[in-house]
């Protein structure tokens, strides 16, 4: 055991790995541009209770502040492979949607002032860097592909795959840092009902701050959306292991005589364990085990708006948003299928199923500057958008980066894993 750890101190830092004693528990990571080395396993292994709060006595659910251009990403790499990582001679060549790279991208950061010349970003530019901050500042010096019958299904920050190194049965690196499910999990329900007794462990011992939001609904995890699942995880869990998500969201909206084309938008339960009190789209679910897109769109819309048949007859699909967003909870590689529903202007969804505080119905104008607001859920964002540059209310004349910002709500998720066992990335120095 204390020879694999030690050959995974050294890996995850590739060419510059300080291999600590095998005595010592942490890792010591560093960058080739000399960062300063940080102990990763002093900064995860926190009790769940402590982390930051905010005014509500809730758990913050926001994306990482003062990310630097200065490590690997999917931006600067156009797709993740264990061979660039490390490397000093790196060929970084931008692939940046036309927009110039910021020393620094915080979450309240916004570019107001022209770079060479061309225009600066629009809120709703911002707004897409925004959700889609892994894809844009992941640092994937930091990660390692995560690999299921030696195909890549996700991707696993060092503070998770050390915790994996515990578990030398279920979880195996290879000599070039990637970490797959033991081959001796022959089978669908080997492997689920092992990770499932790791993911129990680390919830017991409060490892994880995603944990504490069990939900007892569990994803399947894919290679591809059309492939056979290899394993179910709980929901919880999937942003630890950076394995793909889907979702399905529907845009209720009516032309309503005094306000005008609206949404409906509903406030979230304080109750919900991610994105409590915050705004979001009328109705929204996860793909779980067992259901279909449209299965799932119809309980949904069910559920939480107690939407009657004879108007979901009129639900029209919409096709699909993608994004790559990072939290304190992990990664999350996330595609929504999406929907839109014209309701009659006498219309008024209620809830049913406790998981909606409110139902508002918000004219389009005022939608166009709630999705700025901190109340709104980062995540929900991209559907929104979507819909209103599918109805013209974002349009060329109001954004002149239209082109960019519909390529940010469609990153390619299915083409970032391409990772697989039988590939021989270059062996660390």
Not at 33 to 50: G, K
Not at 198 to 210: C, G, P
Not at 225 to 235: H, Q, V
């Amino acid at each position: 055991m204390s020879e694999s750890i030690g050959r995974f101190e050294m890996l995850l830092s590739r060419g510059e790995a300080h291999l600590l004693g095998t005595s010592e528990v942490g890792l010591s990571l560093t960058t080739p541009a000399s960062r300063p080395e940080v102990s990763v396993n002093s900064s995860f292994q926190i009790d769940a209770n402590n982390l930051l709060e905010d005014g509500n006595g809730l758990e913050c659910h926001s994306p990482p502040l003062c990310l630097t251009e200065s490590k690997v990403t999917f931006l600067s790499l156009g797709a993740f492979s264990p061979s660039n990582i490390g490397h000093s001679k790196l060929p970084c060549t931008q692939l940046s949607f036309g927009l110039q790279p910021a020393r620094t991208f915080c979450e309240n950061s916004c570019t107001s002032v022209a770079i060479n010349g061309e225009p600066p970003m629009s809120k709703f530019m911002n707004l897409a860097r925004k959700f889609n901050c892994f894809y844009f500042n992941g640092d994937l010096q930091r990660c390692r592909p995560f690999l299921v019958c030696g195909k890549q299904v996700g991707v696993m920050q060092a503070k998770v795959v050390e915790a994996a190194c515990r578990y030398p049965d279920v979880f195996q690196m290879d000599s070039s840092g990637m970490i797959s499910m033991h081959p001796s999990l022959k089978t669908y329900e080997e492997r689920s009902a092992r990770i499932n007794h790791v993911l129990t462990q680390w919830k017991e011992e409060r490892l994880f701050v995603t944990l504490k939001g069990w939900r007892n609904e569990c994803y399947e995890v894919r290679t591809g959306f059309a492939d056979p699942p290899l394993l179910k995880m709980d929901r919880s869990a999937a942003c630890l292991f950076g394995v793909r998500q889907y979702g399905v969201e529907i845009n209720g909206y009516t032309r309503h005589p005094q306000l005008g084309m609206s949404l409906w938008l509903q406030r979230r339960a304080l109750t919900k364990p991610t994105w409590p009190g915050k705004w979001d789209n009328m109705v929204a679910g996860g793909l779980s085990v067992g259901h279909s897109v449209l299965d799932t769109a119809l309980k949904e819309a069910e559920e939480e708006a107690s939407i009657p048949a004879y108007l979901l007859a009129n639900l029209r699909s919409a096709g699909s948003v993608s994004f790559y967003f990072e939290s304190e909870r992990g990664l999350f590689p996330n595609t929504e299928f999406v929907y839109d529903l014209e309701l009659p202007a006498d219309f008024v969804p209620h809830n049913s199923d406790g998981e909606v505080d409110i139902f508002e119905l918000v004219p389009v104008s005022q939608v166009m500057e709630r999705i700025f607001t901190p109340e709104y859920k980062t995540t929900s964002c991209p559907t929104t958008l979507d819909f209103l540059i599918r109805h013209g209310f974002i349009n060329s004349d109001n954004e002149p980066r239209l082109p960019e910002l519909v390529e940010l709500l469609h990153i390619p998720l299915h083409y970032l894993y391409s990772q697989s066992s039988s590939q021989s990335p270059i062996s660390p120095n």
